[in-house]
């Protein structure tokens, strides 16, 4: 069966939910399809008019939907489904967006041999710019994770990981935009610092950053090769790079990094 077919039900549409929901609009999908549920009245209020999709309880969305998209945060999944997994008849796909949670959380939760999915995405799928990895759980089959490719690929880009490297992938990828957020910022103070408008600082780096990731995806050169051109003998750059050196930046990315997957572990380790 193809996407085109099936009825989402998008369980705890959050930030995440929203920007799969916006994009499956957006790719065509009619909102008679689409399901969301949330726990706030005013959050349920806000989507059914924003989006013009059906807002139902968890109950009525695993009755009529037959792809679950589980959106809730990774802390929230247990409670959710002491109530829900029971009652989720065979036959549905469940999606768990959630970082860090094993597809064996849900399989132990759901009715024996409910297939489950784990995909991390991110937030650049508000503009179809998601990078989605995708990882079969016990039950799932081919066509389930094919199924999932298709249903994502409209908001980014989607690759099949195996799902001992998705705590990596959730540190590296479901986390990558707030770094670069980070860096946004950081170099907008710079700016601000050396005396320019804040508007035109944020603008001069956020064209740099777009420039930047297009030469990266296009050129299909190696950063390094990238950074050398930017880097002339004697001059500005090398100025810079030397302070970031000297401030082990890179060693902190790599800490970081690792700290964002020891994150995730501990997420799974809490709930069991
Ligand atoms: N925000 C991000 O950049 C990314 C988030 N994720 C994962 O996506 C999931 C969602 O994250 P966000 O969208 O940021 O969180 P969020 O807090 O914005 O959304 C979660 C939503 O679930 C709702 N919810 C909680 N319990 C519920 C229940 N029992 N029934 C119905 N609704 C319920 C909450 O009210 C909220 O609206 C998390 O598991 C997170 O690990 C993955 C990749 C990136
Ligand atoms: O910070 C978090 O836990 C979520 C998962 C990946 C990105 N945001």
Not at 5 to 23: C, N, P, R, W, Y
Not at 55 to 67: G, K, M, T, Y
Not at 171 to 190: I, K, N, Q, R
Request: aromatic share 2%.
């Amino acid at each position: 069966m193809s996407a085109g077919q099936h009825t989402l039900a998008m369980v705890g549409a959050g930030k995440m939910g929203e920007a799969i929901l916006s994009g499956l609009l957006r790719a065509g999908w009619p909102p008679s399809r689409l399901i969301a549920t949330a726990r706030r009245p005013e959050r349920r209020a806000q989507l059914a008019e924003r989006y013009g999709v059906r807002v139902l309880s968890n109950a009525e969305a695993a009755a009529q939907a037959d792809v679950l998209v589980i959106g809730v945060k990774p802390q929230d999944a247990a409670t959710l489904l002491e109530d829900l997994g029971p009652r989720v008849p065979s036959g549905k796909l469940i999606i768990s967006l959630c970082a860090g949670l094993p597809t064996s959380f849900f399989e132990k939760r759901l009715p024996e041999s409910t297939p489950v999915v784990r995909v991390m995405s991110n937030t650049p799928a508000l503009v179809d710019q998601a990078m989605s990895a995708i990882s079969a759980g016990s039950h799932a089959s081919a066509e389930h994770l094919t199924l999932t490719e298709e249903l994502l690929r409209p908001l980014g880009e989607t690759i099949q990981v195996p799902e001992s490297q998705q705590d990596a992938v959730t540190a590296l990828s479901g986390s990558g935009p707030a770094y670069f957020y980070y860096l946004v910022e950081a170099m907008t103070d710079a700016g601000i610092l050396l005396g320019l408008p804040r508007q035109v600082a944020h603008d001069l780096i956020v064209q740099a950053a777009l420039g930047a990731a297009v030469m990266l995806r296009e050129s299909g050169e190696h950063p390094v090769t990238l950074r050398e051109a930017v880097t002339s003998p004697g001059g500005t750059t090398i100025s810079a790079i030397r302070e970031l050196e000297s401030h082990r930046v890179r060693a902190a990315v790599l800490d970081a990094i690792e700290a964002a997957r020891d994150r995730a572990r501990e997420l799974a380790a809490s709930v069991d």
